[in-house]
Nanobody, 121 residues
Framework: QVQLVESGGGLVQPGGSLRPSCSAS????????MGWYRQAPGKQRELVAS???????RYLDSVEDRFTISRDNAKNTVYLQMDSLKLEDTAVYYC???????????????WGQGTQVTVSS
């Protein structure tokens, strides 16, 4: 069994920062792409940032100058440094990863349970 567990969300004022993290545990052999999605009330889930195993990153246009995705392959963990947060960044943030389990040859896609990020004055 593989699990993705997020932490580090919370309440912050506009202009503030948060750094949620997401760790994979269980029968993890290898992790390919990792990413963060978000879903605000009444809106579709959208990709915020992604990072390949080799560190190639991609960002949603509206966050590219404010958010930084990184990963620690030794810890099976991905981070999202969020700076200059805006009211419109309020959403549930979900971790996502393509993971190959021990004994398997193909990756499966996994989701975390989500962590709430609220930007409010």
């Amino acid at each position: 069994q593989v699990q993705l567990v997020e932490s580090g969300g919370g309440l912050v004022q506009p202009g503030g920062s948060l750094r949620p993290s997401c760790s994979a545990s269980g029968s993890v052999f290898d992790i390919l792409d990792m990413g963060w999605y978000r879903q605000a009330p009444g809106k579709q889930r959208e990709l915020v940032a992604s990072i390949t195993r080799d560190g190639i990153t991609r960002y949603l246009d509206s966050v590219e100058d404010r958010f930084t995705i990184s990963r620690d392959n030794a810890k099976n963990t991905v981070y999202l440094q969020m700076d200059s947060l805006k009211l419109e960044d309020t959403a549930v943030y979900y971790c996502n990863a393509d993971i190959i389990s021990w004994g398997q040859t193909k990756a499966r896609n996994y989701w975390g349970q989500g962590t709430q990020v609220t930007v409010s004055s």
